[in-house]
């Protein structure tokens, strides 16, 4: 896919103010700092369209996107951080639930992990959370230029075998690199192919 427009739309954290869901929907979700400001600007080539921030929790905002005039990018509030307070992480949780189970034309949402790191306990809650909900999500590992590719390998069967322990068979599995755009025609490919 070729990304000929990147436009910023809204911001909010509220379902009934995103935009009328009349084009296909793509959700990014993960922990804070997992490198999913940077993704989302190698996907859409723009060094600037999503924020990326060294203070982990600042966007805490469903962020929609148009590229192309054809279909939603959406940057999702990162989970997971340790800055905010119960209060605003109850808030998040309500509004990012409420999001993820009833925007009407979201058709996958990627859920970004950091390579280098073994299964995190939260990244397999939400993911268990997704499925119960029947919520169609694919995997990203992230930062891949960070770890030799033995060791990413090693990493991917691990996670494979904790997820198989819950799962029947794995969600799509991609792996990407900001710095040099690994994954990024895989990742928009996939895309192409499931916006029928
Ligand atoms: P976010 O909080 O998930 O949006 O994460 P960011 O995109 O802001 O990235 C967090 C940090 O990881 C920043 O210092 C990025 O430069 C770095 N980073 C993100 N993606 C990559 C990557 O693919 N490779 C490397 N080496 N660093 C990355």
């Known amino acids: 896919m070729i990304i000929k427009d990147a436009k910023f739309v809204i911001s909010n954290t509220d379902l009934d103010k995103c935009p009328t869901p009349d084009k296909a929907e793509y959700a990014f979700i993960g922990r804070s700092n997992v490198g999913k400001s940077s993704l989302i600007n190698m996907l859409t080539n723009n060094g600037k369209l999503a924020k990326t921030s060294g203070r982990p ?67 397999l809650e939400f993911m268990n959370w997704c499925g119960h909900n029947g919520i169609s999500f694919s995997m990203v590992f992230t930062k891949i230029d960070k770890l030799s590719s033995t060791a990413l390998q090693k990493n991917l069967a691990v996670y494979r075998k904790e997820m198989l322990k819950v799962w029947e068979e794995l969600p799509p599995v991609f792996t990407s690199s900001s710095t040099s755009k690994f994954g990024r025609e895989k990742i928009l490919n996939y895309i192409d192919q499931i916006n029928v």
């Open 57 to 123: 929790g600042k966007t805490q905002l469903i962020n929609h996107f148009l590229i192309n005039d054809e279909w939603y990018l959406v940057d999702l509030p990162g989970y997971g951080f340790a800055k905010a307070s119960k209060e605003s992480r109850f808030k998040w949780t309500q509004f990012i639930q409420d999001y993820l189970m009833n925007r009407e034309n979201l058709l996958n949402t990627f859920v970004l992990l950091d390579a280098r790191l073994p299964p995190q306990k939260i990244d």
